[in-house]
């Protein structure tokens, strides 16, 4: 379907632009190319008008203009349509160019201009557009959103994307410098553990050094000990103890046996004495090797003792030099550690000083962009509160016009009321004398005083004297009775009795039951011929100011929350006694200075013995009906002292104001109110009869106790 409306206006309709396939709904956003469509086909007489511009307040333009082209058009169009086409909903804009195109095809072939399509409608349609037309213009005012606030939100996207983007340079350096950091950190780690490890390789060398240079002494086996050395001699020595006293018993023996007692051994004694003599001189040699041989021993263990001595001496001394060297190199492995420490502490302190300048510079940049935000914001709201004075100025004007244009229309509502109830009550007495008139040429200008009774309440009464109540109450019976008949029909047609009774030779005897089904598509034909109508949507009614009274015991807050609301809706705050103080001040001045001057809607008033004088210069005399208006305001608000002097006396008797001045004080401030302004009354009324009177001096009806309001 695109492509056949893009060929359509390329080749047929020529707009000045070549519509894209992709671009459609971009094209027709701003409604100024519809505009031209229907221009060329001499229906948009105001295309001079239309701007071609992508704006709020253009596209604004262009689709209020259109609206009721496409209505004489028949094609279905509202806010909806609108807001689709310019928010380039996909589709919208492609399907109402179809219903355009349709439309004008049709009108092409019917050679019918616009002039002569606009007198063909009907006029009750017509007036039913323009009045949806100022609707739809007012429902398209509300839902497009105006060109200041977009361009607010551009601005404001464009800062938000320019902090997103600082913010974003912002963690890139910071992310840099933590990067620069590790590095340089690393770096010092690797060049500490390159440090330490060539330290260690440096102590390993030293420890292996000296385990190189310690002489190891063995250890001597269990058999080789001092003990077992004594041992042993002590076994030796025991040895051979025993073998000489062996050696020696045996000696003995044998020489007992050799020398006899007997006489014939006399002779051979001096060759036994030399024998004893040498076994003794043996026996000393024996004993003398004996004891060398001990003395040759314990020299030599002597010697074997003071050399075990000299080694143990030897190895205390070097478990001594090896305990030193170990503790030299606690000592060395403690200072290490000690150094490692210090190193630890040192780029820790590096570490809190790198971490605390950060920190302070993170807080700058947060202060600065708070402070940038903050101004921004400040912007923002001062361009905000700007645009809601315009509005609200633009609402005041509208209201003002919507108040005069009410009030217009409610001049002219009491006028026709006016007019038609004087035309009722001049019918009605040209109807009694007419009657008075014919009845009198009837009976010799004779009427009867029931009669003339009777057509007085008639007139009185609203109802029509040439009607004849005999007539309409028979009429009316017999309204009655043809209802009755036709009720009493129906019940005998339901209960099959009288004339609807079944005959004799019929099947049918009684009543048929009822039937759902055939009940259902009755009740679905009866709603598809006559359909219940829609219910009648709410009537939209024009604001109206709030005219409130606010009750309540004593400093129950009645005054705070007043004062609030006035400030919030912007009412008037009404307290009977700023009233009273008003006017006995104002009635002091008055006798103090009778010419005063007074400002009303920014005019300057004189008012010279209870005459009011208007104040303008030279070039701004003005005789309009407004600054008529605004003196006689003037005049009843400072000129009427009669309320003031009767509060002043009342009150320097020291007596109570009565409620008739009061409220007369009351409906003379209300009165000055401008139309159209609310106000709400502060703790009165205080009884009923303020209520009542208030009442009748504000809409004119007399009250009574129960609530009733009397007739006039």
Not at 13 to 42: C, M, P, R, W
Not at 91 to 110: F, M
Not at 217 to 230: D, G, H, Q, V
């Amino acid at each position: 379907m695109t492509d056949i409306l893009c060929k359509w206006l390329n080749e047929e309709v020529k707009l000045t632009k070549k519509i894209d396939k992709s671009e459609f709904a971009a094209d027709f956003a701003s409604g100024f190319y519809l505009g031209e469509i229907l221009n060329k086909f001499q229906l948009q007489h105001d295309f001079d008008k239309f701007s071609a511009g992508q704006t709020a307040d253009a596209k604004l333009n262009n689709f209020t203009r259109l609206e009721p082209v496409l209505h004489l058009l028949e094609i279905p169009f509202d806010t909806n349509i609108a807001y689709d086409i310019m928010m380039m909903r996909h589709g919208t804009a492609t399907r109402l160019l179809y219903q355009v195109y349709i439309a004008l095809h049709r009108k092409v072939k019917s050679n019918l201009t616009g002039a002569a399509m606009e007198s063909m409608r009907p006029s009750a349609p017509v007036k039913l557009e323009q009045i949806e037309s100022a609707l739809y213009k007012e429902r398209l005012k509300t839902l497009l959103p105006r060109e200041s606030d977009l361009i607010l939100q551009k601005v404001a996207t464009k800062f938000e994307a320019k902090r997103n983007e600082n913010e974003r340079k912002a963690l890139a350096a910071r992310y840099k410098d933590m990067e620069k950091y590790n590095e340089i950190s690393q770096a010092q780690r690797q060049a500490a553990l390159e440090k330490s490890r060539i330290a260690k390789q440096k102590q390993t060398e030293i420890l292996a050094k000296i385990q190189a240079a310690t002489v190891h002494i063995p250890k001597p086996p269990p058999s080789k000990t001092l003990k077992a050395i004594n041992l042993k001699r002590e076994f030796r020595q025991k040895r051979e103890a025993d073998m000489v006293r062996n050696e020696i018993k045996s000696f003995e023996s044998n020489l007992t046996k050799l020398v006899a007692p007997s006489s014939s051994q006399t002779d051979n004694s001096e060759t036994a004495g030399d024998g004893l003599q040498s076994s003794i001189e043996y026996l000393q040699q024996i004993k003398t090797r004996l004891e060398e041989d001990a003395t040759a021993r314990d020299e030599r263990a002597k010697r074997r003792r003071k050399v075990l001595v000299d080694q143990m001496k030897a190895h205390h001394t070097q478990e001594e030099s090896l305990r030193q060297e170990q503790v030299v190199q606690r000592l060395m492995r403690q200072s290490q550690q000690e150094r490692r420490i210090a190193v630890q502490l040192m780029q820790a302190r590096r570490e809190k000083d790198v971490i605390r300048r950060n920190r302070i510079f993170q807080e700058k940049q947060v202060e600065t962009r708070r402070l940038q935000d903050f101004q921004d914001a400040l912007d923002r709201e001062a361009a905000l509160n700007k645009l809601a004075k315009e509005e609200y100025e633009e609402e005041i004007k509208k209201e003002f016009e919507l108040h005069q244009q009410i009030r217009s229309q409610h001049a002219l509502d009491k006028y026709r009321k006016h007019y038609n109830l004087c035309k009722e009550v001049l019918d009605s007495i040209t109807d009694f004398a007419c009657k008075i008139g014919e009845y009198r040429e009837l009976t010799e200008k004779k009427v009867p005083e029931k009669l003339v009774r009777e057509w007085r309440d008639f007139v009185i009464t609203g109802q029509p004297l040439y009607v004849s109540s005999d007539f309409a109450l028979r009429e009316k019976i017999e309204l009655e009775k043809e209802s009755l008949l036709d009720d009493q029909d129906f019940a005998e047609y339901k209960s099959m009795v009288g004339e609807w009774k079944p005959s004799t030779d019929t099947e049918i005897r009684f009543p048929p039951e009822n039937n759902n089904i055939l009940g259902h598509i009755l009740h679905r034909m009866f709603s598809i011929v006559a359909p219940t109508p829609p219910p009648t949507p709410p009537p939209v009614f024009p604001e109206f100011p709030i005219r409130v009274a606010v009750l309540g015991k004593m400093f129950a807050g009645k005054s705070t929350i007043i004062s609030q609301l006035a400030t919030q809706h912007r009412i008037l705050q009404l307290s009977v006694n700023e009233i009273l103080s008003s006017a006995v001040d104002g009635l002091t001045d008055q006798h103090t200075d009778s010419t005063c001057l007074y400002t009303y809607n920014q005019v300057k008033y004189e008012v010279r013995s209870n005459k009011t004088f208007l104040c303008l210069p030279d070039e701004e005399q003005d005789t309009s009906a407004q600054n008529t208006l605004a003196m006689q305001a003037v005049v009843s608000l400072f000129c009427n002292p009669l309320h003031s002097s009767a509060t002043e006396t009342h009150l320097k008797k020291g007596e109570v104001v009565p409620n008739e001045i009061l409220v007369g004080l009351l409906v003379s401030r209300i009165q000055r109110i401008p139309a159209g302004t609310g106000w709400v009354l502060d703790g009165f009324p205080t009884n009923i009869e303020q209520a009542m009177l208030l009442e009748n001096a504000l809409t004119g009806s007399e009250a009574t106790l129960t609530g009733e309001k009397s007739k006039s």
